[in-house]
Every structure is written in structure tokens, then in C-alpha cells.
């Protein structure tokens, strides 16, 4: 069935770096631009990045800007999202998700409508 | 940087409506997406740009949006129904995507 698995979460120090991982099955992943949401503990949901199907396009929410990295290897069917410099304001889950419309570009981008059960990370000393 | 606004709380009895909105400058020229997330899980997409559903969404969710309020509506409310639910658009002038801050919904 459709589905996304995501791994890498964990505790880690600030200044540290951690790379999650977002395995894809049962769809052609390489179709479908991929997303990062993170949900503080008891906030609302945030988007942090943006890949487009091909990987030619990404895009970062101004608060991880420069920190974090979205990849992606559609030989692979897997998502990636490397995050630099951790602060205690980076602690959330992290889920990975798909757009709803094929080879969207963006604008044209049309809701997310599958999504992972998210991976914990936790930036503390 | 654009900002949606939501009701941080609706209630409402079961059998009722629920109206959740959620509020941008002029909103009604982007297209708006719901979602539901009840708790300790991941969101749903229930409603996507503006008033359409994805399969298997009930018929009792729909969306609207005009000028600078976009609304999802929930007819006759089940306890079921009960979970946050957040708007998303995407901003041309930053190429970000935004959310609202959620509305919890209660079932009373």
C-alpha cells in the first residue's frame, strides 16, 4: 500500500547535526514533490522544505534556511533532510509527505495527502 | 511574511455544524487546504483547493473561500469529528508554504 516511513529522529546536543530519512513504497515516487512538516510539542503543524518530483527545485522555510538540506534519490525512493546546527527550537516531529498532484511545480502544488508517522528529534544538553 | 489566522478553539454538539475559519489577506485568491489531525497522529487531508475532497472524505466536510476568509464547514458532527484542524496555502511573493495556527474542534 502507499506509504511513508521516516527514521533518523532522535536526542541530540545543540550545534549537532542529524539526518532524517523518509522511505517511500507503492506509489512512483519519482512523480511526486515531497515535503518536511514539523510539529512542535503542543503547536501547530510548520513546513520546513520543499523538493520538487525531479529534485531541481527546493524550498526552505526562513527558519531553517541555511541549516537544513532536503534531498532526495528517486532511484532510491527515499527522502532525506540533513539538519546543521541544531538549536533546543529545532525539537519537534518531523514528518515527511506527499503532494497530492503529480509533477507539481509549486504554485500548482495541491495539498499534501499522504504522510509519515513522523520521527521525534530532540535537541537538548 | 504571510499569516493565516485561526479560532484557537470551536465547539459544538453532535449533529450540529462546525465552521472553522481561517483568515489572510485576501485568501480568496490562493487556493486553501485542510487538514485534520487528531491526536498522537499524522494529519489527513480533508479538503483541497478551496472545496474539493480527496476520496473517502465525507461528503459532511466541505471548503469555501472568499476575499479574506476561507472556511471548512462540518455537517452534522460526529464524535469522530473531534481532532485539530489546520489551513495551508502557498505564498507566490516568498515561495513558502504557510499554515494556521490549527482550531481544535471540540465535541461537546
Known amino acids: ?55 531541481g527545485s527546493e524550498f526552505y522555510a526562513d527558519s531553517v534556511k541555511g541549516r537544513f538540506t532536503i534531498s532526495r534519490d528517486n532511484s532510491k525512493n527515499t527522502l532525506y533532510l540533513l539538519m546543521n546546527n541544531l538549536g533546543p527550537e529545532d525539537t519537534a516531529m518531523y514528518f515527511c509527505a506527499r503532494d497530492s498532484r503529480r509533477y507539481c511545480t509549486s504554485i500548482d502544488c495541491q495539498g499534501l495527502d499522504i504522510w509519515g508517522q513522523g520521527t521525534k528529534v530532540s535537541v537538548s544538553s | ?81 473531534e481532532a485539530d484542524y489546520h489551513c495551508q496555502v502557498w505564498d507566490v511573493r516568498s515561495d513558502h508554504w504557510v499554515f494556521g495556527g490549527g482550531t481544535k474542534l471540540t465535541v461537546l
Not at chain 2, 485561526?6 to 483568515?23: E, H, K, L, M, N
Request: charged share 15%; net charge neutral.
Open chain 1, 1 to 55: 500500500q502507499v506509504q511513508l516511513v521516516e527514521s533518523g529522529g532522535g536526542v541530540v546536543q545543540p550545534g549537532r547535526s542529524l539526518r532524517l530519512s523518509c522511505e517511500a513504497s507503492g506509489f512512483s515516487f519519482s512523480n511526486y514533490a515531497m515535503y518536511w512538516v514539523r510539529q512542535a510539542p503542543g503547536k501547530g503543524l510548520e513546513w520546513v522544505s520543499l523538493i520538487l518530483y525531479d529534485g
Open chain 2, 1 to 81: 511574511s504571510y499569516v493565516l489566522t485561526q479560532p484557537p478553539s470551536v465547539s459544538v454538539a453532535p449533529g450540529q455544524t462546525a465552521t472553522i475559519t481561517c483568515g489572510g489577506d485576501n485568501i480568496g485568491t490562493k487556493n486553501v487546504h485542510w487538514y485534520q489531525q487528531k491526536s498522537g497522529q499524522a494529519p489527513v487531508l480533508v479538503v483541497y483547493d478551496d472545496r474539493d475532497r480527496p476520496s473517502g472524505i465525507p461528503e459532511r466536510f466541505s471548503g469555501s473561500n472568499s476575499g479574506n476568509t476561507a472556511t471548512l464547514t462540518i455537517s452534522r458532527v460526529e464524535a469522530g469529528d
